[in-house]
C-alpha cells in the first residue's frame, strides 16, 4: 500500500514563497508521474505541476514562471517551490503519484495567500 504525506502549508504574505514536500512511503516501485493539484474552495481541483519518473516537467500557465517542481528520488520527496505568491493562489494542494496506473493521493495541506 502506498501512502502520500504534503506538508510545508502555511499563511505567506502576497509576494512570499513557501515549499511544499510530499513523502511517499510503501511499494512506489513503477511511479510514471508525481504531480501538485490544488483545490480553490467553490472551485474545481486542478493541475498545477507535473514531473515524470524522466524528470520532464509541465506546469498551469497560471503558475509558469513561479513554481518549480522537483523530486529527490532517494528521500522519496516531491517538492513544489513557490515564489511571488498571489492571492488567487489560495487553496488547498495535494500530491498525486501515479503508480502502475492507479492514483495515490495525500490528504492536501493549505495554502493561505493574503496580507
Known amino acids: 500500500q502506498v501512502q502520500v504525506e504534503e506538508s510545508g502549508g502555511g499563511l505567506v504574505q502576497p509576494g512570499g514563497s513557501l515549499q511544499l514536500s510530499c513523502v511517499a512511503s510503501?511499494?512506489?516501485?513503477?511511479?510514471?508521474?508525481m504531480a501538485w493539484y490544488r483545490q480553490a474552495p467553490g472551485k474545481q481541483r486542478e493541475l498545477v505541476a507535473a514531473i515524470s519518473s524522466g524528470r520532464s516537467t509541465s506546469y498551469a500557465d497560471s503558475v509558469k514562471g513561479r513554481f518549480t517542481i522537483s523530486k529527490d528520488n532517494a528521500r522519496r520527496t516531491l517538492y513544489l517551490q513557490m515564489n511571488s505568491l498571489k492571492p488567487e493562489d489560495t487553496a488547498v494542494y495535494y500530491c498525486?503519484?501515479?503508480?502502475?496506473?492507479?492514483?495515490?493521493w495525500g490528504s492536501g495541506t493549505q495554502v493561505t495567500v493574503s496580507s
Open positions: 498525486n503519484h501515479r503508480i502502475q496506473n492507479k492514483d495515490y
Open positions: 510503501g511499494d512506489t516501485f513503477g511511479i510514471v508521474l
